[in-house]
């Protein structure tokens, strides 16, 4: 009997499928590329300025003009400051000195607005980022030790609100505030004259908000036998008077570069690995990005005139979408209007979670605390943020009227 000849193909198909066997495709494991792959995508923000940079080349070819793009000594400042707090938060002295304050507290609602005020007081010494990586981890252990768990989310939202406005006050308290410092050449007494009002009125607001949404329930917090290394501890803190001295200008940012690294170098090494380098590297790339947009016309035409309507408002609106640091790097090409524009990318600091890098690392530290509370968590944000964001942008457009 002879086979129909499709049928003797399938057959022949069949018996060659199982005959032979197909060797597997493996995409080969390359530590460096699967290193270099993480690093980006931990670093989200870095990586979308690094990508607007090298989008706006096409409209920018890269030419001589690029290198008057970067400052030199805002990065300098920037990394004095980050690398000595990273050897003070070595030595737990931040941790152990607020911890000690909290431990005087005998209810619920005298700790938590010790834990807010300790935040608000350390992002104008240490930054808002590092402030926070200090304080919230004592916020939970002095909340989850004592079984006060329910006020998580709001102690969280407050201290994330103290970091963000607590560091308008001074130059060194916001890494915006340094660059816009630096980039205008601001006296310190004006820079603080500007931001007085609207700093007050936060410290007003959230303790307000302490004593409202917090009970003044009895409680005790633990006590932990933990002391400070006396020699190292002194010697970070002359450091730090170094870095500070640097910030005001007292002294040539190009001694501090070199004398502060020097130092870490013998006493604490980890603490130079510790520095946020994707900070620097996203300020970097916004130089980039920022430089060439203000040599783009039609860029220039709009956002000038957008800037000369109301800085205050344009740098508030554009905190909310690519955040407070980009922000002033991009806005402060089209004004000379500093004023308002260090107001705006302050208080706009407050409002949606990008508005500040500072409110992503509450959000990653509270849902990996309250896993599966997430949308509980940006609820209660979202209302205490937009709040406190109309109600200061509300006042400072009012005092411009008056």
Excluded at 26 to 53: E, G, Q, S, W, Y
Excluded at 279 to 284: A, G, I, K, M, R
């Amino acid at each position: 009997m002879t086979r129909h000849p499709h049928v003797q193909m399938a057959g022949s198909v069949g018996a060659l499928k199982r005959g032979l066997r197909f060797p597997e495709i493996r995409i080969p494991h390359i530590p460096l590329l699967h290193t270099v792959l993480d690093f980006f995508r931990k670093n989200t923000v870095m990586t979308v300025a690094l990508c607007a940079a090298l989008a706006t080349t096409l409209a920018v070819p890269v030419d001589s003009q690029y290198a008057g793009y970067f400052d030199f000594k805002t990065l300098s400042c920037l990394f004095c400051v980050l690398a000595v707090v990273c050897a003070l938060k070595n030595v737990r002295f931040f941790y152990i000195l607020a911890e000690r304050i909290v431990r005087c507290c005998k209810n619920a609602r005298l700790s938590v607005l010790a834990l807010v005020y300790i935040t608000f007081i350390g992002s104008m010494l240490i930054a808002n980022d590092m402030a926070l990586l200090t304080f919230l981890p004592l916020g939970y252990f002095v909340l989850s030790t004592t079984g006060k768990e329910k006020y998580m989310a709001v102690t969280f939202i407050l201290q994330n609100i103290a970091a963000n406005l607590g560091g308008m006050l001074t130059p060194f308290g916001n890494p915006q505030n340094l660059y816009l410092y630096t980039k205008f050449n601001i006296p310190a007494g004006e820079f603080m004259a500007i931001m007085a009002p609207p700093f007050l009125l936060a410290i007003a607001m959230i303790t307000l908000c302490c004593l409202i949404f917090i009970k003044a329930e009895p409680m005790k917090v633990a006590q932990e036998n933990v002391s400070l290394p006396k020699g190292r501890t002194a010697l970070y803190l002359i450091l730090f008077a170094l870095s500070i001295a640097i910030v005001f200008r007292g002294i040539p940012y190009q001694i501090g570069l070199v004398v502060i690294p020097a130092v870490l170098m013998v006493a604490d090494r980890k603490a130079l690995k510790m520095v946020d380098y994707p900070l620097l590297l996203t300020f970097v790339f916004f130089f980039v990005f920022a430089g060439n947009m203000a040599r783009i016309d039609m860029v220039q035409q709009v956002f000038s005139a957008l800037m000369e309507k109301s800085a205050l408002l344009v740098s508030v609106i554009s905190c909310q979408f690519i955040s407070n640091v980009p922000s002033s790097i991009l806005l402060s090409q089209f004004t000379g209007n500093y004023a308002d524009l260090l107001v705006g990318v302050n208080i706009g600091g407050v409002g949606t979670l990008i508005a500040s890098l500072a409110s992503l690392i509450t959000f990653s530290q509270y849902t990996a605390h309250n896993p599966g509370k997430s949308g509980y968590y940006v609820k209660v944000f979202s209302a205490f943020n937009f709040t406190f964001l109309f109600v200061l942008t509300g006042f400072m457009l009012l005092m411009k009227l008056i």
